[in-house]
């Protein structure tokens, strides 16, 4: 199946602290890694669902990457 220009809903995936030292990284700028879209067919509409991932810099030199979940 082909990826939606639009899709019906996207979800954040940002990290929220440094997996390496615990360092709160809400104040950080997030850049973008990848984004997948996972389509479910419910009945009768089916829905799209945008996941997009991002990492975040901490000010120890860390690189912090946010999973999608699922």
Do not use: W
Request: charged content about 20%.
């Amino acid at each position: 199946m082909a990826f939606r220009t639009i899709p019906d809903e996207i979800k954040i995936h940002t990290p929220e602290y440094c997996h390496c030292c615990g360092d709160d990284l809400s104040a950080i700028a997030a850049i973008p890694l990848s984004k997948r879209q996972v389509i479910d067919i419910p009945q009768p509409v089916a829905i799209c669902t945008e996941h997009r991932t991002f990492s975040k810099t901490c000010s120890c030199g860390h690189t912090t990457k946010s999973s999608a979940g699922s």
